[in-house]
């Protein structure tokens, strides 16, 4: 039997006036994670607020993209208390973690040189899940919702909400192909190492 998948999506602190900008300057605001298998079947689901400490005050700009509010992170834990609920609700069960991209994984790695948390969540092998399911469609637009409406789906709740963001890609998991899933393993841990 497969292992389950844990899907993640994170938001972060975000600008519409500070130009371009990277993981380095961003914050998790929030942290949304269903465990799935690879059918899509959602077994069990995480989500907090993060407080952020670099920029406390969350700009309008991502209150309206995110619908997260002041008060939401105000009240909610910072980065390495987030990532220990995280890790006390993965409680040593087995498998990989995905995103819809690459984003996930960089903004997690660049929080963790900012603020450690050494959390076992980290330690699973990450897969592209946005990548997976491009080489199995061969279809070119790869936003979460043209994927979604690819296969005759709508968004489900509100988009750029990590929970929420994360339900809708594990319900792609069933027209992804498991061996490229599994071929995709790890490539970014390999890039860093």
Known sequence: ???????????????????????DATEIIEIGC???????????????????????????????LTSI??????QAPVYQDAMRLLDDW???????????????????????????????FQKKLHVNLKKSWRQTTRHSRTGLRSA???HGLAFE???HRGIDD?????????????HKILAGVGALQSDNS
């Open 90 to 120: 993965v409680s040593h069960r087995g498998g990989i973690w995905g995103s819809w991209g690459n984003y996930d994984f960089r903004e997690f790695a660049s929080m963790e040189q900012r603020y450690p948390s050494h959390c076992e």
């Open 157 to 159: 709740g509100t988009h």
């Open 166 to 178: 994360a339900r809708n890609v594990a319900r792609l998991l069933p027209f992804i192909d498991y």
């Open 1 to 23: 039997m497969a292992r389950p998948i844990f899907v993640l999506d994170l938001e972060a602190t975000c600008w519409e006036d500070r130009g371009h900008y990277t993981v």
């Open 34 to 64: 269903v465990m799935a298998t690879p059918a899509g079947e959602v077994l069990d689901e995480f989500g907090t607020f993060v407080r952020p400490v670099n920029d406390p005050v969350l700009s309008e700009f991502c209150t309206r």
């Open 148 to 150: 979604l409406a690819f």
């Open 69 to 74: 509010t002041q008060q939401d992170v105000d």
